[in-house]
């Protein structure tokens, strides 16, 4: 099984993604990577020279995977960084789902060249589910 595949869009300001992962926590790391490759034209050479620390919260499993990809752009948006793994963890709370995690990673500089800019996540076909034994996420990413 793959970890993602990305589909051009006929549009090319939009790019559509799923994302798998055998586990909860298997499907935000495949998350993280997608986003790397698709920004960055060669994602493996990020180094994993900051650490982030992150809470998010949701209402639900699928709420909580929408707003973890928008802080993944508001941190390349906003503090210029790009991550390559990530250590996931689960909360239930009574009411909202929250989710931490500690992300790896560095500032996007010279050294990384970009390959698209990820502008916004959409919720045209954005959808979360569980088929069987895996999970798949399905998005679609302004550039």
Known sequence: MKNWQVFEDKNIADVLVEVYGRSKKNLFSNIV????????????????????????EGDDFS???FNFVENL???????????????????????KKKLRASLFGQKIDQDLQIN??????????FKVEKKGDFYKVV?????
């Open 33 to 56: 990577k997608s986003f790397a490759c698709i920004l960055i034209a060669d994602a493996d050479q990020i180094k994993k020279k900051i650490e982030k620390r992150i809470a998010i």
């Open 63 to 65: 709420q909580l995977v």
């Open 73 to 95: 752009i508001y941190q390349k948006d906003v503090f210029s960084l790009i991550f390559k793994e990530g250590v996931f963890s689960f909360d239930k709370e009574k009411v």
């Open 116 to 125: 698209t800019d990820i502008k916004a996540l959409t919720m045209h076909k």
């Open 139 to 143: 998005m679609v990413f302004d550039l």
